[in-house]
């Protein structure tokens, strides 16, 4: 399915409350991690659905989604306000008191806590799952920070790379910072890929891959974590990317009101392996009142 908003148009995927005789919960806007698509959230999408509607982003330069217009960049707070646009253009429009679940994997619960800081009358319930903040910098690397990225963006991305299958691709996506099994790649990739002569390339915006210009300092962090008021679930897992982050006791500690549930598991807990315990725990913090 699409979302047109005024400058790009989001695409997704969607699943259907499972039992429409039920009393109607708050739709749910679920948001993927970076170079991740909608399909990261296929595996737990059928528990979940028990719950109510799911609606799965595509974000800006990812999956089906639009890219940014040449000269811009994929900057953290634009992710942000596309999801607002979306929120109150398709999901909840002028009236006042309707609410929507936000759960967001990595990058998405990173854009998914910031709109419920900024605009918590919107959000019923927030769930972060291996995600707790964004990411920072201290403030004497910001010119570091700005040089790399300007110079990044005049070299360019490079060549476009070519994968004779969709196998070849996936072999490629099963390494990186956050490895996925052949199977787990197998399923999340094909939305990020589109056909290329004889083969496949990627359908994702090369961009998405260059330094930001500018990064939030860890007090900046903070200070918006303290800002989300909205009931919030961490899931933690065991093996994520967090697992082993000093100093997340004070990202914690910020949010008001919070529950932190570990998992087994690597970052992609909701979508590599036996994804149960991360369905079961987010099915019964939406469910419950």
Same mark, same amino acid.
């Given at each position: ?6 400058? /790009?148009?989001?695409?997704?995927? @969607?699943w ?8 109607? @919960? ?15 959230f ?9 719950v109510? @509607?799911?609606? !799965?982003?595509?974000m800006a330069?990812?999956g089906?989604? %639009?890219?940014?217009p040449p ?7 634009? +992710?942000v306000?596309d999801?607002a646009e979306?929120i109150?253009?398709?999901? =909840?429009?002028?009236?006042q008191g309707?609410?929507v ?12 806590s910031?709109?419920?800081? !900024?605009?918590?009358?919107?959000? $019923?319930?927030l769930?972060? /799952? ?15 920070q700005?040089r790399?990225?300007?110079?990044? $963006? ?9 994968y004779?299958?969709i ?19 197998l399923?999340?990739i094909?939305?990020n890929l ?5 083969? +496949?390339?990627w359908?994702?915006d090369a $961009?998405?891959?260059?330094p ?5 300092t860890?007090?900046?962090?903070v200070? @918006?974590?303290?800002a ?11 093996? %994520? ?6 100093g997340?006791?004070d ?17 992609? =807990? ?5 994804? $149960?315990?991360?369905a079961?725990?987010v099915?019964?913090?939406l469910?419950?009142?």
């Amino acid at each position: 399915m699409q979302w047109p908003l005024r400058h /790009i148009t989001l695409a997704g995927l @969607s699943w259907a409350a499972e039992d429409a005789s039920q009393p109607v @919960s708050p739709p749910v806007i679920m948001l993927h991690g970076w170079l991740d698509n909608s399909f990261t959230f296929s595996q737990i999408a059928p528990e979940l659905a028990k719950v109510s @509607s799911l609606y !799965a982003v595509d974000m800006a330069g990812h999956g089906h989604s %639009g890219h940014r217009p040449p000269g811009q960049s994929y900057q953290l707070m634009d +992710y942000v306000a596309d999801i607002a646009e979306l929120i109150e253009t398709h999901f =909840c429009g002028p009236e006042q008191g309707i609410k929507v679940d936000i759960v967001g994997h990595s990058l998405g619960g990173i854009v998914g806590s910031l709109y419920a800081a !900024a605009f918590p009358e919107r959000v $019923r319930k927030l769930v972060m /799952i291996d995600s707790l903040g964004a990411l920072s910098r201290p403030v004497d690397e910001t010119i570091p920070q700005l040089r790399k990225s300007i110079t990044k $963006r005049i070299a360019g991305s490079g060549r476009p790379v070519v994968y004779p299958d969709i196998t070849a691709a996936a072999k490629v996506r099963e390494g990186g910072l956050s490895p996925l099994s052949h199977e787990a790649a197998l399923t999340l990739i094909p939305r990020n890929l589109q056909p290329e002569g004889d083969g +496949y390339g990627w359908r994702t915006d090369a $961009r998405l891959r260059h330094p930001s210009p500018l990064m939030m300092t860890e007090d900046q962090v903070v200070a @918006s974590l303290k800002a989300v008021q909205t009931p919030t679930l961490f899931v933690s897992a065991k093996k %994520g990317l967090l697992a082993n982050r000093k100093g997340l006791d004070d990202r914690l500690n910020a949010i008001s009101n919070v529950q932190k549930l570990e998992v087994p598991g690597g970052h992609h =807990c909701h979508l590599d392996g036996d994804v $149960r315990p991360v369905a079961d725990v987010v099915r019964n913090f939406l469910k419950k009142e």
